[in-house]
């Protein structure tokens, strides 16, 4: 149980056009998703919240017009970068969190790599 | 504010212990353990809820110190397959459900 799949796992764009990746939560229901940010050899930062029916809560320094996340049901949140910049090449995870009894914890897919020429 | 993990890197031989740090300076809610393997996403490994709580499975396991705010992982009789980075997430009662990252450790070990 708790898979979470990630769509594409790896894009090319050129500058200025825009990229959809969708995250899944394949087993479980996830009212809350998670959009992180991962450079190489450094830590995940987290981007915004997507919450199921309502707009997502983005962290400070995060736009929220460049990076839209639609979260429409409760197995499928989106994130679209929209006019792309070579700056915005990076590895994109999302994660699903999944709530049970004993304990709630997030489960990551195997993320996007974006490279924006 | 992200918890500190230490060491930044270990390299091991088959079979040796290790011992991973995660301290915070905020109060903690509970502490989340992950494994990421190079170009893959993090893998979950435990979460632990309650001060003074101790969890494992297989020679993986872990400890949350709430008064002092910190949790230590532990990797007993390493194999291969356990390098990676480790990451500890950490979350605050009122983070609701929000993850901090620490910086990650890089855990090798060698034949």
């Known amino acids: 149980g708790a898979v979470v799949s990630q769509h594409p796992s790896w894009v090319i764009c050129k500058s200025g056009t825009s990229v959809k990746i969708e995250c899944r939560s394949l087993?479980?229901?996830?009212?809350?998703m998670f959009w992180y940010r991962q450079f190489p050899k450094q830590s995940l930062m987290l981007m915004a919240t997507s919450n199921e029916g309502s707009k997502a809560t983005y962290e400070q320094g995060v736009e929220k017009d460049k990076f839209l996340i639609n979260h429409a049901s409760l197995t499928l949140s989106t994130l679209t970068v929209t006019s792309a910049h070579p700056e915005d090449s990076s590895f994109y995870i999302c994660s699903a969190r999944w709530d049970t009894q004993d304990q709630e914890t997030q489960y990551f897919g195997p993320g996007t790599r974006l490279l924006v020429l | 504010q992200q918890p500190v993990q230490s060491p930044q890197a270990v390299i091991l031989r088959e079979g040796e212990d290790a011992v991973i740090n995660c301290s915070s300076s905020k109060a903690l809610y509970s502490v989340h353990w992950y494994r990421q393997k190079h170009g893959e996403a993090p893998v979950f490994l435990m979460i632990?809820?309650?001060?003074?709580e101790q969890k494992g499975h297989d020679k993986i396991s872990a400890s949350f110190n709430e008064k002092k705010q910190q949790s230590s992982l532990y990797l007993t009789a390493s194999q291969l397959s356990y390098s990676g980075t480790y990451f500890c997430g950490t979350e605050r009662g009122t983070s609701y459900g929000k993850l901090t990252f620490g910086q990650g450790t890089i855990l090798t070990v060698h034949p």
């Open positions: 632990l809820l309650k001060g003074g």
């Open positions: 087993d479980f229901q996830a009212t809350t």
